[in-house]
C-alpha cells in the first residue's frame, strides 16, 4: 500500500510541475559531463583513447518509491583515423510510473585547423566537429500499476517505440569548446503515430579550461549549458569542474530549475576514476534528494 501511495504521489508530482516529462530529460551534471556524447554526437571520438563511461543517479534512494532514477553506459572511441570517431551506449530514465529507454550509435568526423594536432590530445588540439546519431528509444507509462479503477485515462498502459536521428556540432581549442545539438529531431514526426506527446530538444553549452599552477597541475573548468523545448521552460545549468594533477575531481552547479549539484572523486590509477554525486532539488521537495556514481575507464594512456 505504501508503494502505491508514493507511485500516485510522484505521478500527481509530474502531473503539476512537469508538463513536459513526457520528453527528454536533461541528464544530470554528473552524466553530461563525463558523458557528453548523450547530448551531442559530435563528440564521438573526443579522446585519443577508447573511453568507457557508466554513469547512475537516484539507484541509491530508498526512501520513496517512484523517485527518480537514470543510468546511462556508453563506449567511445576514434575509428580508422584521427577524424573519424564513434561511440554507442544505452540511455534510461524512470520516474514514477514512467520510464524511457534509448539506444543509440554516433558518428562524428573532425577536421582540425593544422593538421599536426591530428592525433595529439584534445586538450592540446583545435578542431571542429560535425556528428549523427540514430538509434531508437522506448516510452513506456505503466498507468495500470497506479490502481486508479474509476478513472478511464488509467485503464490502459501506454508504450512506444520511436527510431531517433540527431545532429551536433562541437568546436573545441585547447582552452574553449562549445557545442550545439538536437539529439532527436523526429519526436514531434512520430508523435500521431504512437500516442505520445515527444518534442523536438536543443541543447548549447560552452566552456573553458584555465590551467594553473607551477606545472599547470590544476585545471579548473566552468561551463554553462541551455536546453530548451517547445512548451517547456528555458533550463540552464551553471558548473565548475576542478581537476588537481589527474588524482582528484570536485565541482558542483545550479540548475535553473533549482536544483544544486555536488560531486567529488579520485583516479584509482592512471585508466580508471571513481565519482560519487549528490543532486538536490530546492522546488519539487517531494522528490528525494539524489545520490549517483561515475565508472570511468579509459584504455591506452588512460587520463595521462
Not at 592540446?124 to 505503466?142: D, K, P, R
Not at 551536433?168 to 557545442?179: D, P, Q, V
Not at 590509477?269 to 549528490?278: G, N
Amino acid at each position: 500500500m505504501k508503494r502505491i501511495v508514493n507511485i500516485i504521489l510522484i505521478t500527481l508530482l509530474l502531473i503539476l510541475f512537469l508538463p513536459a516529462a513526457s520528453a527528454q530529460q536533461t541528464p544530470v551534471f554528473s552524466s553530461y559531463n563525463y558523458n557528453t556524447v548523450l547530448l551531442n554526437p559530435a563528440q564521438a571520438g573526443f579522446h585519443q583513447n577508447t573511453d568507457l563511461v557508466l554513469t547512475t543517479d537516484g539507484y541509491f534512494n530508498s526512501a520513496v518509491d517512484g523517485s527518480p532514477r537514470s543510468f546511462d553506459i556508453s563506449v567511445n572511441t576514434l575509428a580508422w583515423s584521427d577524424k573519424v570517431g564513434l561511440a554507442a551506449g544505452i540511455s534510461r530514465d524512470e520516474i514514477g510510473v514512467t520510464n524511457t529507454t534509448s539506444f543509440f550509435t554516433s558518428y562524428a568526423y573532425k577536421i582540425y585547423f593544422n593538421t599536426d594536432e591530428a592525433g595529439k590530445s584534445a586538450y592540446s588540439s583545435n578542431f571542429i566537429s560535425f556528428g549523427l546519431t540514430a538509434g531508437a528509444m522506448l516510452y513506456n507509462e505503466n498507468l495500470t500499476q497506479l490502481g486508479l479503477e474509476n478513472d478511464p485515462e488509467f485503464q490502459e498502459d501506454i508504450n512506444s517505440f520511436t527510431p531517433t536521428v540527431g545532429l551536433g556540432f562541437l568546436y573545441n581549442t585547447e582552452s574553449l569548446y562549445t557545442g550545439v545539438s538536437a539529439p532527436n529531431v523526429l519526436n514531434s514526426a512520430f508523435n500521431s503515430k504512437n500516442n505520445t506527446n515527444l518534442k523536438n530538444v536543443y541543447y548549447g553549452y560552452f566552456g573553458y579550461r584555465f590551467f594553473t599552477g607551477g606545472m599547470e597541475d590544476i585545471v579548473i573548468n566552468p561551463s554553462f549549458l541551455a536546453k530548451y523545448m517547445e512548451g517547456a521552460a528555458f533550463q540552464a545549468d551553471l558548473n565548475v569542474l576542478v581537476n588537481y594533477k589527474n588524482k582528484v575531481e570536485f565541482g558542483g552547479g545550479y540548475r535553473t530549475s533549482d536544483t544544486v549539484n555536488l560531486l567529488a572523486g579520485f583516479y584509482v590509477s592512471d585508466k580508471f576514476k571513481i565519482i560519487c554525486t549528490y543532486n538536490k532539488s530546492f522546488d519539487n521537495v517531494v522528490i528525494p534528494d539524489t545520490f549517483g556514481l561515475v565508472l570511468n575507464y579509459r584504455l591506452g594512456r588512460g587520463f595521462e
